[in-house]
């Protein structure tokens, strides 16, 4: 398979994950399936008690806006994975629509490239697990769509764009990991094996960099999720409802990331299925959906025409071109 078919596949994915877990996040699936009366397989204009409230059905959220835009900056800075760079990316979506999601971190840290003064706490924790979250997985599919299928580049530089957000060993090594599964997707003779080996590789080799958290570790976890999505293959609800009870689809890197490997394993990398468990297994439904929709997409070179067509018109993106042109900064990875 072509490799701009491949990177087309995983931005689209990871765009229509986001913007079809935009109006299930934070429910149960039960709760999904009452609210909309059934599994949700299509986009959906978001309710009013979900974050993206407001926002017209088919658009992304702060998920997939931010690995648009750090793509954008990626494209921008000719393939040049640096701190001005990441910073830059950071700073371009931070003057979008989008930008009304972020979430506490980020904003700290747009606040901080920005220059602007926030007030000193009067206690600061020896170590703040609560930050070990799942923004710095949600946003990284382009490093490694733009890695060239360098597995090693798409860690360093998934370790560099993740710093200024979300410098700790979980966070890191979530952001890893996916980078590093998406770099492998690209591979014409990529298997699922390959695609969580490399994974594993990323998170064991993210989890050693940044402030050390006393939370979870991702890499056991993509074990334990994996095994779990192979178990019950083939019982959709089934690997949902197991997702959901011993790994968990929440805020935290080593919930979110974990889940998306193993709905990767229980699809068989088949990427609607796979977005659908993610959009339908609750909690934190638009990033889990983003995460292995960038990946399942990639290596399966996704494409749906119309949906493409939804995402581009809503958001106002260009994913063709956009593919174009990583594509070609990746020629120089």
């Not at 998406?182 to 298997?191: K, V, Y």
């Not at 690997?239 to 011993?246: C, F, L, N, Q």
């Not at 990398?269 to 990946?295: E, H, L, P, R, S």
Request: proline share 4%; charged share 25%.
């Amino acid at each position: 398979m072509e490799k701009i078919r491949k990177i087309l596949g995983g931005l689209l994915a990871g765009a229509v994950g986001d913007a079809m877990g935009a109006p299930t996040e934070t429910r149960s699936t039960q709760q999904i399936i009452d609210k909309f009366g059934g599994l949700v397989t299509s986009f959906l204009t978001p309710p009013e008690d979900v974050f993206a409230h407001g926002f017209p059905a088919g658009s992304v959220t702060d998920d997939f806006s931010l690995a648009y835009y750090t793509a954008q900056a990626i494209i921008d800075a000719h393939g040049v994975i640096d701190d001005d760079m990441a910073a830059a990316a950071l700073l371009k979506w931070a003057d979008t629509p989008y930008y009304v999601m972020a979430g506490p971190t980020t904003r700290a840290a747009v606040d901080r490239i920005r220059g602007l003064e926030t007030p000193r706490p009067d206690f600061v924790m020896a170590v703040d697990n609560s930050k070990a979250t799942n923004g710095s997985a949600m946003k990284i599919a382009p490093v490694g769509l733009a890695s060239g299928g360098d597995i090693d580049k798409a860690i360093r530089d998934a370790i560099t764009i993740c710093r200024p957000t979300h410098n700790n060993s979980t966070s890191l090594s979530g952001g890893c990991a996916v980078a590093a599964a998406i770099s492998a997707a690209l591979a014409a003779d990529a298997s699922l094996d390959s695609i969580i080996e490399a994974g594993l590789r990323g998170a064991r080799e993210g989890e050693r960099h940044g402030v050390q958290m006393s939370t979870p570790s991702v890499y056991e976890r993509i074990k334990l999720a994996v095994e779990i999505g192979r178990k019950y293959k083939g019982d959709d609800r089934l690997v949902m409802k197991k997702m959901t009870d011993i790994i968990g689809t929440g805020l935290a890197a080593a919930e979110a990331v974990p889940s998306a490997f193993g709905f990767l394993a229980g699809s068989d990398g088949d990427t609607m299925k796979a977005i659908i468990m993610g959009v339908n297994a609750g909690n934190d439904t638009d990033t889990v959906a983003t995460i292995v929709g960038a990946i399942a997409g990639t290596y399966q070179g996704y494409y749906d025409e119309e949906m493409l067509k939804k995402i581009d018109e809503v958001n106002g993106f260009d994913l063709k071109k956009t593919t174009e042109r990583l594509l070609e900064v990746s020629r120089d990875a």
